[in-house]
C-alpha cells in the first residue's frame, strides 16, 4: 500500500527556513508528479508546488520567490524548503502524489497524514 | 489565485441527502471540468473522492457525487452516515499547471 509520510521540523523561527521531506513507500517516486499543499489553522488547503521526476516544478506565484522543491529518486523522498518564514507559514503541511487520472485531469489521490509547522520565536 | 468559496458547514441527518457548493471563476470551475473533492477526518490524511467533477476513484462509495454548472460545482452526499461527518474541500484546476482549493466545509451528522 502507497504511503507518504512527512518530516521535519515542527518548530521555525521567523525569518528561518521551513525545510521538510515527504518519504513515499511502496511506489517509485520516479514514476508521478509530487506535490505539497498546507493548511493554515482555522483555513483551507491551499496548493503549494510540484515536482516531477524528472525535477522540473512548477510553483503556487504567492510563494515561488521563497520557494524550493526537491527531490532524491535514490531515496524515494522530496523535499520543500520555504525561506524567509513568519507566523502566516504556520500550517500543517501534506504532502501528496499528483496523479493522471486520463482525460487530462491530474489529482491528488494519495496524501500523507500531515505535519503541523508553527512559526514563532 | 483566490480560493474557492465553500459554506463553512452543513448538517444533515442520517438518511438524508447534502449538498455541498463550490463557488469559483471563469478562471477555474467555469473553464476546466477539472474540480476534485477531498474528505477529510481530523489527524488522518485526506482523501480523494471525486475528481474530475463526477467521477469516484475504485472503492468510493456511489453515495458520494459530483456536479458542475457555471462557475459552481458541487458535491452530493446522499444517505448520510454518521461516518460521513467530515471536513470537505473542493479543488480546481486554474490553468497553467496550477491548483486552487476551497475554503473547506465541516459537515456533522445530526
Known amino acids: 500500500q502507497v504511503q507518504l509520510q512527512e518530516s521535519g521540523p515542527g518548530l521555525v523561527k521567523p525569518s528561518e527556513t521551513l525545510s521538510l521531506t515527504c518519504t513515499v513507500s511502496?511506489?517509485?517516486?520516479?514514476?508521478?508528479?509530487w506535490s505539497w499543499i498546507r493548511q493554515p489553522p482555522g483555513k483551507g488547503l491551499e496548493w503549494i508546488g510540484y515536482i516531477f521526476y524528472s525535477g522540473s516544478t512548477k510553483y503556487n506565484p504567492s510563494l515561488k520567490s521563497r520557494l524550493t522543491i526537491s527531490i532524491d529518486t535514490p531515496k524515494n523522498q522530496f523535499s520543500l524548503r520555504l525561506n524567509s518564514v513568519t507566523a502566516a507559514d504556520t500550517a500543517v503541511y501534506y504532502c501528496?502524489?499528483?496523479?493522471?487520472f486520463g482525460s487530462g485531469s491530474h489529482d491528488f489521490d494519495l496524501w500523507g497524514q500531515g505535519t503541523l509547522v508553527t512559526v514563532s520565536s | 489565485q483566490s480560493a474557492l468559496t465553500q459554506p463553512a458547514s452543513v448538517s444533515g441527518s442520517p438518511g438524508q441527502s447534502i449538498t455541498i457548493s463550490c463557488t469559483g471563476t471563469s478562471s477555474d470551475v467555469g473553464s476546466y471540468n477539472f474540480v476534485s473533492w477531498y474528505q477529510h477526518h481530523p489527524g488522518k490524511a485526506p482523501q480523494l473522492i471525486i475528481y474530475e467533477g463526477t467521477e469516484r476513484p475504485s472503492g468510493v462509495s456511489h453515495r458520494f457525487s459530483g456536479s458542475k454548472s457555471g462557475n459552481t460545482a458541487s458535491l452530493t452526499i446522499s444517505g448520510l452516515q454518521a461516518e460521513d461527518e467530515a471536513d470537505y474541500s473542493c479543488c480546481s484546476y486554474a490553468g497553467s499547471s496550477t491548483w486552487v482549493f476551497g475554503g473547506g466545509t465541516r459537515l456533522t451528522v445530526l
Open positions: 511502496d511506489v517509485s517516486i520516479s514514476t508521478y508528479y
Open positions: 501528496a502524489r499528483l496523479y493522471y
